[in-house]
């Protein structure tokens, strides 16, 4: 039975496991906030079903509580930074704000991210960046257990390795494109293998190699302890695009890349991540910048509406939209979800149960 909670009394919750599994009440606040605001803007997969398996990693030692990032090189306009594995959430704020300040006091910076657990949803970083007037990219790779099949392969080689690009917009809210490279992401299939739901063809390959529809096929293993593999988006498109994220925020980075010679992940999620951060005021452009982005979202938005659609959207509209809806409405959470939640909670000592 789904349970549905307040966005304030789940950030309460989380927090407490997190604070008994080792994290300072700070970090604990930061870390739950992003989850929870990731299930309010409606990427469930991002979220508080993400919890159990930190608590795995803290246990095992791959994810270190309270650590924060460490500068390896800044020249100004570029900074390496080691997440030293922490919390991918708190890391992630660190290193944003680190960029932020750069790219407004020389006009750009290029900044890695390394060693990182789990930064969650990257939209959240580029809405940091747009709120302070920058344009940003981000390239992430994930090493952990394989997710995705190559375009033209039969089984599982690497991550779902997200890219997000955000974009101010003088007045108005701004343009947030987050997805994975992978026709859907990991988590969105184990909320619906928690649920007992079938997903719709071709987002899957079994341990075989074949298409199914069965999400458990890359959540729990399948005969002979094998997985099965999502599939990328845009065939060739979609996974020339999550190659560049390998390459770019795994190898560029320093944080490694998915290969035969990794090391077992266990709980882990280890993500890299490579951000540009352009300030447009210093670029020179700003005024026709701002002038020809409105005039070309508003071009998008006045034509007509395709027969099932209520409006033109673009990118971040559905997450503001689901973020108001849920405010009020409270967060639904799966009976298996919750479950896993809390024996999470109970592994450090702390009981949720309501």
């Known amino acids: 039975m789904t349970k549905t909670l307040q966005a304030h009394d789940l950030r309460g919750k989380v ?36 919890l159990p398996r930190y608590v795995a990693a803290v246990l095992e030692g791959s994810l270190k509580p309270n650590t924060s ?56 970083y580029a809405e940091m960046a747009v709120a302070e007037g920058l344009v940003s990219l981000h390239f992430v790779n994930v090493w952990a257990r394989p997710m995705v099949a190559p375009f033209g392969g039969a089984d599982a080689r690497y991550g779902t390795n997200p890219c997000c690009i955000g974009v101010p917009l003088k007045g108005r809210e701004p343009f947030v494109l987050d997805f994975a490279t992978s026709r859907v992401a990991q988590g969105k299939m ?60 795994g190898a560029l980075t320093g944080g490694g890349t998915l290969n035969a010679a990794s090391d077992t992940c266990g709980y882990a999620i280890v993500n890299s991540m490579l951000t540009v951060l352009l300030d447009p005021a210093k670029l020179g452009t700003q005024a026709v910048f701002e002038q020809e982005a409105l005039a070309f979202i508003d071009w998008l938005q006045a034509g007509p509406v395709a027969a099932g659609f209520e409006s033109v959207q673009i990118a971040g509209d559905p997450e ?31 009981s949720v149960a309501v």
Request: aromatic share 2%.
């Open 15 to 50: 927090a407490a496991i997190l604070i008994a599994a080792g994290s300072t009440a700070h970090e604990a606040d930061i870390v739950a906030a992003h989850l929870v605001l990731a299930n309010l803007s409606g990427h469930d997969s991002h979220g508080v079903g993400m």
């Open 69 to 124: 990032v460490r500068i390896v090189l800044d020249t100004g306009t570029l900074l390496t930074l080691d997440g030293q594995r922490g919390y991918g959430q708190v890391l992630g704020e660190q290193a944003m704000a680190l960029g932020i300040t750069r790219a407004k006091t020389h006009g750009s910076c290029i900044m890695t991210l390394a060693n990182a657990h789990h930064l969650a949803r990257i939209g959240h």
């Open 190 to 249: 184990r909320v619906a293998h928690n649920e007992g739901r079938q997903v719709e063809p071709g987002l899957l390959i079994d341990e075989h190699g074949q298409p199914t529809t069965n999400p458990g096929v890359v959540v729990v293993p399948q005969s002979q302890g094998l997985f099965g593999a999502l599939m990328a988006f845009g065939e060739h498109k979609g996974y020339g695009l999550a190659v560049a994220c390998e390459l770019l925020g």
């Open 320 to 350: 503001r939209r689901c973020r108001a809806q849920r405010q009020v409405d409270g967060i639904p959470i799966d009976a298996t979800t919750w479950a896993e939640i809390v024996q999470a909670g109970q592994k450090v000592g702390v």
